[in-house]
């Protein structure tokens, strides 16, 4: 092959490489992340009953009153407050407080700053199938913030955080099969995980869909609608308390 004509094969890979990362879309650093277990709201929580099952060991009850601490509805924020309950919960290797502490120690927030501490818990929370985990640590690999930038290991954790029924990671592996940033183009994918999301009310998927349906082959739409209608969300792990 002549040196020129190679050159011009290596321009257009680039481009097309470059085109298809420039056209997928990116968050802000600041979005929150999906929680597996949302705060209670202020006005329906029962704080004399969720600090008593905080103090008597219930790490569900420990990372509510924590996430309660940190945004200050239902009481006077208090960070130390919340990073102490996070903290006891964390410690007994439930999911959400791991990931949320990883969070609060990638910010310095009540917690000495450690993008590296951060990673870890991440993956903890991830591994045992924290969605916020797996979200986070997606996000990193996305960004290359404290770890080499992989695509395909983004790719590979925001699906995991998508099959756990989180909207915005259905939307942000959705629009991978669309473009083949960190997976190879699947149409059906696409469609499956951008119907998914939309259904949850995420607009970004909303208006992605209707491009990609007109892309799409009548037989390549009744296999994505198949996948939409069985899709379950995975069940979350049965909670296996750390043992000292």
Same mark, same amino acid.
């Given at each position: 092959?002549?040196? #020129?004509?190679?050159?011009?094969? *290596?321009?257009?890979?680039?481009?097309?490489?470059?085109?298809?990362?420039?056209?997928?879309?990116?968050?802000?650093?600041?979005?929150?992340?999906?929680?597996?277990?949302?705060?209670?709201?202020?006005?329906?929580?029962? *704080?004399?009953? *969720?600090?008593?099952?905080?103090?008597?060991?219930?790490?569900?009850?420990?990372?509510?009153?924590?996430?309660?601490?940190?945004?200050?509805?239902?009481?006077?924020?208090?960070?130390?407050?919340?990073?102490?309950?996070?903290?006891?919960?964390?410690?007994?290797?439930?999911?959400? +407080?791991?990931?949320?502490?990883?969070?609060?120690?990638?910010?310095?927030?009540?917690?000495?700053?450690?993008?590296?501490?951060?990673?870890?818990?991440?993956?903890?929370? @991830?591994?045992?199938?924290?969605?916020?985990?797996?979200?986070?640590?997606?996000?990193?690999?996305?960004?290359?913030?404290?770890?080499?930038?992989?695509?395909?290991?983004? @790719?590979?954790?925001?699906?995991?955080?998508?099959?756990?029924?989180?909207?915005?990671?259905?939307?942000?592996?959705?629009?991978?099969?669309?473009?083949?940033?960190?997976?190879?183009?699947?149409?059906?994918?696409?469609?499956?995980?951008?119907?998914?999301?939309?259904?949850?009310?995420?607009?970004?998927?909303?208006?992605? *869909?209707?491009?990609? #349906?007109?892309?799409?082959?009548?037989?390549?739409?009744?296999? +994505?609608?198949?996948?939409?209608?069985?899709?379950?969300?995975?069940?979350?792990?049965?909670?296996?308390?750390?043992?000292?």
């Amino acid at each position: 092959m002549r040196p #020129k004509c190679f050159i011009l094969i *290596l321009l257009l890979a680039a481009l097309v490489f470059g085109a298809a990362a420039f056209l997928l879309q990116k968050r802000p650093p600041g979005d929150a992340a999906p929680q597996a277990t949302e705060t209670p709201k202020a006005s329906t929580v029962d *704080l004399a009953t *969720l600090r008593t099952r905080a103090e008597a060991g219930d790490p569900a009850a420990q990372t509510s009153l924590g996430k309660l601490y940190l945004e200050g509805t239902a009481m006077k924020a208090d960070v130390k407050e919340a990073v102490k309950w996070i903290q006891l919960a964390a410690d007994k290797n439930y999911p959400d +407080a791991l990931s949320l502490l990883g969070e609060l120690t990638q910010a310095g927030q009540g917690v000495p700053l450690s993008l590296d501490e951060a990673i870890r818990l991440y993956r903890r929370a @991830a591994d045992i199938g924290s969605v916020a985990g797996q979200y986070n640590l997606a996000y990193l690999y996305e960004q290359g913030t404290g770890v080499k930038q992989d695509e395909r290991e983004a @790719a590979k954790w925001y699906q995991l955080a998508a099959e756990g029924g989180d909207p915005i990671a259905q939307f942000d592996i959705g629009q991978r099969f669309q473009l083949g940033v960190g997976v190879a183009t699947n149409r059906v994918q696409a469609f499956k995980w951008l119907t998914l999301a939309a259904a949850q009310g995420q607009p970004d998927s909303v208006k992605r *869909l209707p491009g990609l #349906k007109q892309e799409m082959s009548g037989e390549e739409l009744a296999e +994505a609608s198949r996948l939409v209608k069985e899709f379950v969300p995975r069940s979350a792990k049965p909670y296996v308390q750390a043992t000292n």
